[in-house]
Protein backbone atom coordinates (compact mmCIF):
# COMPACT_ATOMS: atom_id res chain seq x y z
CA UNK A 1 0.00 0.00 0.00
CA UNK A 2 1.26 3.44 -0.14
CA UNK A 3 3.32 5.01 2.43
CA UNK A 4 2.56 8.45 1.57
CA UNK A 5 -1.62 9.60 0.66
CA UNK A 6 -1.52 9.55 -3.38
CA UNK A 7 -2.59 12.78 -3.52
CA UNK A 8 -3.73 16.03 -1.08
CA UNK A 9 -7.26 14.99 0.65
CA UNK A 10 -6.87 11.18 0.65
CA UNK A 11 -5.73 9.32 4.11
CA UNK A 12 -4.83 5.77 4.64
CA UNK A 13 -7.20 3.55 7.41
CA UNK A 14 -7.05 0.08 8.53
CA UNK A 15 -10.40 -1.60 9.14
CA UNK A 16 -11.33 -2.42 12.38
CA UNK A 17 -10.97 -6.42 13.62
CA UNK A 18 -14.78 -6.35 14.19
CA UNK A 19 -14.64 -5.37 10.11
CA UNK A 20 -12.17 -7.59 8.91
CA UNK A 21 -13.89 -10.72 10.69
CA UNK A 22 -17.30 -9.58 9.27
CA UNK A 23 -15.69 -9.25 5.54
CA UNK A 24 -13.97 -12.90 6.30
CA UNK A 25 -16.87 -14.02 6.92
CA UNK A 26 -18.59 -12.97 4.33
CA UNK A 27 -16.25 -13.92 1.37
CA UNK A 28 -15.78 -17.62 3.44
CA UNK A 29 -19.59 -17.94 2.89
CA UNK A 30 -19.56 -16.61 -0.54
CA UNK A 31 -16.92 -18.97 -1.53
CA UNK A 32 -18.59 -22.02 0.39
CA UNK A 33 -15.74 -22.08 2.81
CA UNK A 34 -16.19 -23.11 6.25
CA UNK A 35 -14.81 -22.26 9.94
CA UNK A 36 -12.09 -24.13 11.31
CA UNK A 37 -12.85 -26.58 13.72
CA UNK A 38 -10.15 -27.80 15.88
CA UNK A 39 -12.21 -31.23 17.07
CA UNK A 40 -13.12 -32.39 13.22
CA UNK A 41 -10.77 -30.67 10.89
CA UNK A 42 -7.38 -31.83 13.16
CA UNK A 43 -7.78 -34.85 13.17
CA UNK A 44 -8.19 -35.22 9.75
CA UNK A 45 -5.62 -33.25 8.40
CA UNK A 46 -3.04 -35.03 10.71
CA UNK A 47 -4.99 -38.59 8.92
CA UNK A 48 -3.76 -36.73 5.57
CA UNK A 49 -0.66 -35.37 6.86
CA UNK A 50 0.48 -38.96 7.71
CA UNK A 51 -0.63 -40.54 4.45
CA UNK A 52 1.79 -38.13 2.62
CA UNK A 53 4.40 -37.98 5.25
CA UNK A 54 5.32 -41.32 3.63
CA UNK A 55 5.99 -40.14 0.11
CA UNK A 56 7.88 -36.61 1.03
CA UNK A 57 10.04 -36.59 3.77
CA UNK A 58 10.23 -32.34 3.28
CA UNK A 59 8.97 -29.99 5.81
CA UNK A 60 8.05 -27.72 3.50
CA UNK A 61 6.02 -30.55 1.19
CA UNK A 62 3.81 -31.32 4.38
CA UNK A 63 3.21 -27.64 5.17
CA UNK A 64 1.54 -27.28 0.68
CA UNK A 65 0.12 -30.35 1.35
CA UNK A 66 -1.57 -29.05 4.49
CA UNK A 67 -2.53 -25.66 2.80
CA UNK A 68 -3.67 -27.97 -0.23
CA UNK A 69 -5.72 -30.08 2.13
CA UNK A 70 -7.40 -27.46 3.47
CA UNK A 71 -8.29 -25.53 -0.10
CA UNK A 72 -10.10 -28.44 -0.66
CA UNK A 73 -11.70 -29.00 2.03
CA UNK A 74 -12.95 -25.22 1.98
CA UNK A 75 -11.46 -24.16 5.35
CA UNK A 76 -9.36 -21.58 5.65
CA UNK A 77 -5.97 -21.63 7.46
CA UNK A 78 -5.45 -21.83 11.11
CA UNK A 79 -4.68 -17.88 12.10
CA UNK A 80 -7.26 -16.31 9.55
CA UNK A 81 -9.58 -14.24 11.34
CA UNK A 82 -12.85 -16.32 11.22
CA UNK A 83 -11.01 -19.32 12.07
CA UNK A 84 -10.44 -17.74 15.63
CA UNK A 85 -13.38 -17.72 16.76
Given at each position: MFR???CPGFRL???TQKARVRIYQRIFQLTGHQRWLNKSHSSA???DLKEHARAWGQPRSLFNRAI????EQKSPSPGTPCSRT
Open positions: NPPFNHLAKEYLS
